[in-house]
């Protein structure tokens, strides 16, 4: 550009600019043939139909009618059947009919020409410009030499276990046999050359696609229209360590990682039962992730498992990543303020869970479990109430319900109060309480509210602040809610009590979503008491008693067993010894109802008819023998409560007839 | 008829709710009017009415049992025609909405006069409104699990007030102990027997126990438990008023007593606090009769739904509200129309219908079991 040029560019006037402006919505982009490979053909067009509409000024107007009829479920099922009979990714009509090539790029087969695999392979993985996935073409000195090749995710796959385990045999130490020569070499290579624990022949392409996904390594030889598979998992992950939300002084220190295999161990290190059942979905179409759904066969009852198995199946998305999207996707009631799952990070609780006959899952990625079903008292309960004795347990349970309330309601229980029901206040606190608030420019409900949302802003940037910086937020927040606020005359000190005491309370709360909907919930009451007193503060919590009442997890209504009362198990708020929690909850309605027998402490002193008892009961008796073995050492009695299961899985066997009857009972319910 | 669904409810939570509907008028004028009645034997009118009650509904138990997948107006329609059907239906409807209609009203004043002076009355109802509309979109199991839920928090504050008024009390204020006489107890007993007739939602919930059998066991649990708390109440209530005031004077017995309550220099004046619990009882009290208002009208009118009809029926409730014209009007309907006349429809119409359904049906509803039970 000559500076002429440039001048003359300064006084003219056009449009030049907007030239150079980047929209995604303004024009069409045309989609390849081979574009949104794991998408169904559905999906992809929709996103078609909808994409020259899409920021254009005729969408803001009104109503856009769809080109298309609206899917119905029914069409909607039909179009997922098709594409699984079909394969994934598999088009059998394209807008272009595409070449011959496209075709056959698409199809399930694998073919016996080895360059046309790889071939394939490559167009399927978008291989260039896509570099993740490696190729190594190789020839194995076999008679007659045979040309191979693997392909593998690069960083899902463990590089030393395919150099070493794959490439080495095949490549170097596959002349030194020479016995069986005229076998077919598929299974010469299967059979001899590769020292990996699993190794699969398949026959599908897509199949193998998968493999390689995650993070198995693919084998090719050439004349053969068969892939193999050989487990070379090995993708970084955090290894065990302690948990970060859900901390415990006494009891077991780790928690899950982003490793669905670990978890699923760590679970089963606690589990030694040949009955714990893991199930594999995969979820997302896109994200493909793996999800685990853990229960214990023969205990959880199956109706329950049936219906979990069907949400999870019915997921049709392309995106899940955690259990947090999960629980959405398969949650009662969307509605609910309170959450429909449990979501730990401790194994030890989701193996506790599973030996009372709840189901859990995993999801590949996500360091947390969801127990399902749920109920209110659960989510005030911590893995630790279990693991001290009694009476602490049951005290540290009512404290965390002192804080539930007064979290929830001291500060509408204050705004009240003051606006409203002064006679309430003795009259040197309510002296007090004036002298405090006599320089006080705000109304209450305004006071409160300013410190409420400094408290959660505070809370907000303690968990977002990055952590080099983060004693700087302790001090700035106790000097803004604590000294200046006060100073300033902007609230009064009695109020930082209360907001203090509020948050302690939240704190308290062991559980996130509970403490969410607590957060959530204290506003409006705040406003309902600011607006109507003690009144409107009572509507407002019978309405949300009503509200809890009617939820559901999984069918299990979220109150129980206190509403709709069931016989308790020992374990609601009060906490009994956990030698006397002989059944399971009976709202879970598990196949074997007694966890331990009558008596699980034969030795102890106080209880001389325990004998006759024993006596009386020859079922028993083994089991009692048993449990004395555990019951000598009563310190490891929680961590053996899950052996105690299996044993008293026998005896169950004889209540079972009971408990099928009650589960006859139960399906009329 | 239409199949309305429904949760189940259980032993407990059926008698949470119909206990709580049944002491709620502990909160309201009731004790006065009974001590106006009964003057220092008021407590003795309410054992009597209690006898009266627990006899009266055995013919309602007896349909119950011999029906026990239908409600009343289903009973009615088979044995007398789609027209008895409706007539049935209509009854309720107005039983149910004049009871609601003056027990809100009652309430809303209470709480203008208790806690907000100066709210206007439209204003509180329409609150009042909402806190009972919720549970019935919500269905009646929520309402009974809520109502049980609630139902310790009802125990203590009740208890609370009455153990901690005891210091005023005095055994003396209960004589002469026969009152106004034993014949005239005995007659205002019947009458009288209506304060329990709230008892008659249970021919609506039947089909929705979780164990039918269990019907007379909760409908007797609800009356006794319900009726010797009114006993304690009034009995305390006399103690602490002595007759004449506590017939004539007091408006709110139970806000008096609870104003009285001073232990010690930091419990006292906690008459606030006590609103929770009559907040709480009057909601599960309106919630029910509300639900009682509307599917009874969805029944009659065989609709296989009620809850479209809720919106509408609080409406009606609303103007009704104000069309009676002050508190007293209010009062003077619950006391001289509702609880004098109301045994008529609450005892008197199950009793019915049962005879209908015994001279018509030969044989047939023995076992209870009838083809077409959703017909």
Request: net charge neutral.
């Amino acid at each position: 550009m000559s500076i002429w040029s440039k001048i003359k560019a300064i006084f003219t006037i056009d449009d030049y600019y907007m030239d150079e402006t980047f929209s995604l919505g303004d024009r069409p982009i045309r989609q390849s043939p081979q574009e949104g490979q794991g998408q169904s053909k559905q999906e992809s067009g929709k996103a078609e139909s909808s994409k020259p509409e899409s920021g254009k000024p005729q969408k803001r107007g009104g109503f856009v009618l769809p080109k298309k009829p609206l899917k119905t479920s029914e069409s909607r099922e039909k179009a997922k059947k098709q594409t699984k009979s079909s394969g994934k990714g598999e088009k059998e009509e394209q807008s272009h009919p595409g070449s011959e090539t496209e075709q056959i790029n698409h199809s399930r087969e694998i073919y016996s020409n080895l360059s046309k695999n790889l071939e394939k392979l490559k167009a399927r993985f978008h291989i260039p410009p896509n570099i993740d996935v490696i190729i190594r073409e190789f020839t194995i000195p076999l008679e007659p030499q045979l040309k191979g090749a693997i392909a593998f995710m690069e960083g899902l796959a463990s590089r030393d276990t395919i150099n070493s385990h794959v490439l080495m045999p095949l490549m170097l130490l596959s002349n030194l046999d020479e016995k069986g020569r005229n076998a077919n070499p598929v299974s010469i290579v299967m059979e001899r050359l590769l020292p990996g624990n699993q190794v699969e022949i398949k026959d599908s392409f897509d199949d193998l696609m998968e493999g390689i996904l995650t993070g198995t390594t693919m084998v090719l030889l050439d004349g053969y229209p068969t892939g193999l598979l050989v487990e070379t998992k090995g993708w970084e992950h955090r290894t065990v360590s302690r948990p970060n939300v859900e901390n415990v002084v006494r009891g077991p220190q780790e928690a899950f990682v982003e490793h669905i295999r670990v978890n699923t161990a760590l679970v089963r290190k606690r589990l030694h039962c040949n009955t714990l059942v893991t199930e594999m979905f995969k979820l997302g179409r896109l994200s493909n992730v793996h999800c685990a759904l853990l229960y214990i066969e023969g205990l959880t009852n199956p109706k329950l498992v049936a219906e979990v198995r069907r949400r999870i199946k019915g997921i049709d998305t392309d995106y899940i990543s955690d259990t947090g999207t999960l629980e959405q996707f398969i949650e009662d009631n969307p509605a609910s303020l309170l959450p429909g799952q449990l979501s730990t990070e401790r194994p030890d609780r989701v193996a506790a869970a599973l030996a009372e006959g709840h189901v859990a899952m995993l999801v590949d990625g996500d360091p947390f479990a969801l127990i399902m079903p749920v109920t209110f008292w659960s989510l005030i309960h911590t893995a630790e109430d279990a693991y001290i004795r009694w009476p602490y347990g049951s005290l540290l349970r009512a404290i965390r319900i002192l804080a539930l309330f007064i979290n929830l309601l001291l500060p509408s229980f204050y705004i009240s109060i003051v606006n409203f029901h002064p006679e309430m206040i003795p009259t040197d606190l309510l002296l007090a309480i004036a002298a405090s608030r006599e320089s006080i420019p705000f109304p209450a409900i305004w006071e409160v509210v300013m410190m409420e949302l400094a408290f959660d802003l505070i809370r907000e940037a303690g968990i977002r602040i990055p952590s080099i910086i983060g004693p700087t937020l302790g001090i700035v927040g106790a000097l803004i809610l604590g000294q200046a606020a006060v100073a300033a005359n902007i609230v009064s000190p009695l109020l930082v009590i209360i907001v203090a005491l509020t948050g302690l309370g939240s704190f308290a709360i062991p559980n996130y979503g509970l403490t969410a909907a607590m957060r959530t919930l204290r506003f409006v009451f705040l406003f309902l008491s600011a607006f109507l007193g003690f009144y409107g503060l009572a509507i407002g919590v019978f309405l949300v008693v009503i509200h809890i009442c009617g939820q559901k997890s999984v069918g299990v209504p979220i109150m129980s067993p206190v509403s709709p009362f069931r016989p308790p198990s020992g374990d609601v708020v009060y906490r009994q010894p956990v030698w006397k929690q002989e059944q399971r909850p009976v709202f879970m309605r598990p196949l074997a109802r007694r966890r331990q027998p009558k008596i699980t402490r034969p030795w102890a002193t106080q209880l001389k008819e325990g004998e006759d008892r024993q006596n009386q009961d020859t079922n028993t008796g083994k089991q009692d023998t048993n449990a004395e073995q555990q019951d000598t050492n009563a310190e490891q009695q929680d961590t053996n409560a899950e052996q105690q299961d299996t044993n008293a899985e026998q005896q169950d066997t004889n209540a079972e007839q009971q408990d099928t009857k009650g589960g006859k009972q139960d399906g009329d319910n | 008829m239409g199949t309305i669904r429904e949760g189940h409810i259980g032993y407990r939570e059926a008698v949470a709710l119909l206990a709580i509907m049944l002491i709620t008028k502990v909160f309201l004028t009731c004790p006065s009017n009974i001590s106006d009645l009964g003057g220092t034997a008021g407590w003795l009118v309410v054992l009597v009415y209690l006898l009266v009650a627990v006899v009266a509904v055995l013919p309602g138990l007896a349909l119950l049992k011999r029906y026990p997948d239908r409600t009343l107006i289903e009973v009615a329609e088979e044995f007398g025609g789609a027209i008895t059907g409706i007539l049935v239906a209509l009854l309720l409807f107005g039983y149910f909405l004049l009871s609601t209609v003056i027990i809100m009203r009652q309430f809303t004043e209470t709480v203008i006069v208790a806690l907000l002076p100066t709210t206007p009355i439209s204003l509180i109802t329409v609150f009042f409104l909402l806190g009972m509309l919720y549970p019935c979109y919500q269905g009646i199991e929520s309402l009974t699990r809520g109502a049980w839920l609630l139902m310790p928090f009802f125990a203590l504050g009740l208890f609370g007030v009455l153990a901690l008024v005891l210091p005023w009390a005095n055994p003396d204020y209960l004589f002469p102990f026969w009152g106004p006489g034993l014949p005239a107890i005995l007659k205002a007993g019947p009458m009288k027997s209506s304060m329990l007739g709230e008892i008659l939602l249970v021919t609506l919930l039947n089909p929705y126990l979780r164990d039918r059998q269990k019907v007379t066991a909760v409908v007797m649990s609800s009356l006794i438990i319900s009726g010797l708390i009114f006993t304690l109440t009034v009995l305390v209530y006399q103690m602490v008023f002595p007759y004449p005031a506590s017939g004539t004077e007091i408006t709110y017995p139970m806000y008096n007593l609870a104003r009285l309550i001073y232990f010690g220099r930091f419990v006292q004046r906690v008459e606030s606090i006590f609103i929770f619990i009559w907040v709480f009882s009057l909601l599960v009290n309106v919630s029910a009769l509300f639900y009682g208002t509307t599917v009874s009208l969805a029944r009659g009118l065989n609709l296989p739904f009620y809850r479209p009809l809720l919106f509408p029926v609080a409406v009606l409730i609303y103007s009704l509200n104000f069309l009676i014209l002050n508190f007293p009007t209010a009062a003077w309907l619950d006391a001289e129309v509702l609880h004098n006349y109301g045994w008529i429809i609450a005892f008197g119409l199950p009793a019915l219908v049962w005879l209908l359904a015994k001279l018509r049906d030969k044989g047939g509803g023995s076992h209870g079991i009838h083809p077409q039970n959703n017909g």
